[in-house]
């Protein structure tokens, strides 16, 4: 199976309500040999405000946000599902992809109806780059070289790492850079760390982190919370009935007979503090697991010896009221998640019926004016809320005149934050932003901060207008 190396650059942080604006990618086979790239990017969004302390990271000028010359986002998207489809099946890895530029991939595929899960479904698989540094930190020591901080401790942000390990990194944060630093850990990973790396592409499935789970009875699992790595020996207790990529483990480093005999509220409140005696691998994560037997030194459990460790399993598995009473008291202490008012948020609310997936692959391939009645068919609201929303940013031409500044309320109030408080950023919030910048801005940053001020201001100018215009029309 191919590789697929890729990386985004956003408005900021917050994938539901930002956007990529630039993505790249490349192809490996797997011996990690170049096989194409691809590099596209795109002018913002009507209803973004791109984050000031993200524009000073990447160096992103108003220009670039507005080249009309560049493809909107909606076209930009459009040519990834296409350039990824044709790749596909492949493995996607980027550095911290998981966490992150999945996140913004998979709202864009959403937002722009397609199928949002592009990358882990239809023979594809997933794996992250700086998960497999970490897991090289543990399990072969020196394969690559990790910097440390100011404060001493390793980190594994790439344009630190990347330059460690002899990469000129000197275009961080342009997205083919990243994705050719990736590269180049990747490969130094794949020659000096052999087994690391089989073992991650091997979990990059999630079938094959299923059987491994189910059929050992003792494993190890490893992670960084905080860039401090952890490993405890496990044990499986059981699957999220109301999610199967998550399953649960039972620490081991805990005695299990000890809480068999706590009350129901004193499990859960046992289940709160350290060491945490229960955890949920996501399967389709890209876990890093180990046999027992090849469990990190730190890992937790050890000194139990193996003939505890088998009989804390042991004791488990033949305690099936013992493992439920685990499960539903850690399901317990999650937060349970509140279905948001807002679309993009509403992206894992529920899966896109097959029905519904036919009908906006259909909406593509159609003229824009026969997409409006081409959406009453869907029966998701979702996609029919945001298919209107790209109608109204791709054509606006094609809408009802009175509809069309219907829609240009709604983007004015949304730019401008006018009903109270909302989760996404707004004009007033960016210039604020970007007045505490200026404060302390250093001369070589100055003039692009300043930059954006003003186009923020003229946004904000323009929204104010565009907000009494159309509401004095509608008021006609």
Known sequence: MSLVFYDTETTGLDAPFGQILQ????????????????????????????????????????????????????????????????????????????????????QALYQSLHHPYLTNCDGNTRADVMRIARAASLFAPGAITIPCDTEGKQTFKLAELAPANGFDHSDAHDAMGDVEAT?????????????????????????????????????????????????WLVTRLGVNADNNSEHYVFNLVVDPGALAELSDS????????????????????????????????????????EAELERRAELLSSDTGLRNRLITAFEETRD??????????????????????????????????????????????????????????????????NFCMTCDVVLAKRLLGVAGEVPWLTLPAAIEEIDDLLVSADPTTIGHLQEHHIYLAERLRKAKYSLADAMSRLDR
Not at 61 to 70: G, N, P, W
Not at 205 to 222: C, P, T, Y
Not at 266 to 295: T, W, Y
Request: hydrophobic share 40%; glycine share 4%; proline share 5%.
């Open 266 to 305: 004193e499990l859960g409140d046992r289940l709160r503090e350290l060491p945490k005696p229960v955890r949920c691998i996501r399967i389709n994560a890209a876990p890093f697991l180990m046999a027992a037997f090849d469990a990190p030194d730190i890992a937790l459990g050890r000194e139990l010896g």
């Open 183 to 231: 590269l180049c850990l990747a490969t130094l990973l794949f020659e000096r760390a052999p087994e690391v790396w089989s073992t991650a592409m091997r979990f990059s499935k999630k079938a094959a982190v299923k059987d491994f789970i189910e059929s050992e009875q003792v494993f190890s699992l490893s992670d960084f919370y905080f860039g401090k790595a952890y490993s």
């Open 23 to 106: 993505f790249a990618a490349i192809r490996t086979d797997e011996d990690l040999k170049e096989l194409e790239r691809f590099e596209i990017r795109c002018r913002l969004m009507p209803h973004i405000v791109p984050a000031p302390t993200a524009m000073q990271v990447t160096g992103i000028t108003v220009a670039q946000l507005t080249d009309e010359s560049l493809p909107s986002h909606y076209q930009m998207v459009c040519a990834i599902h296409k350039k990824l489809k044709s790749w596909s099946p492949s493995n996607f890895a980027g550095f911290n992809s998981i966490d992150f530029d999945e996140h913004f991939l998979r």
């Open 336 to 401: 349970e998640r509140e279905t948001s008012e807002h679309v993009e948020e509403q992206i894992y609310a529920q899966f896109t019926s097959n029905e519904d997936m036919r009908l906006i692959e259909q909406f593509h391939r159609l003229p824009w004016k026969a997409r409006i009645q081409h959406l009453k068919k869907l029966e998701d609201s979702r996609l029919r809320k945001l298919g209107m929303r790209l109608i109204h940013a791709e054509m606006p031409g094609v809408l009802d005149p």
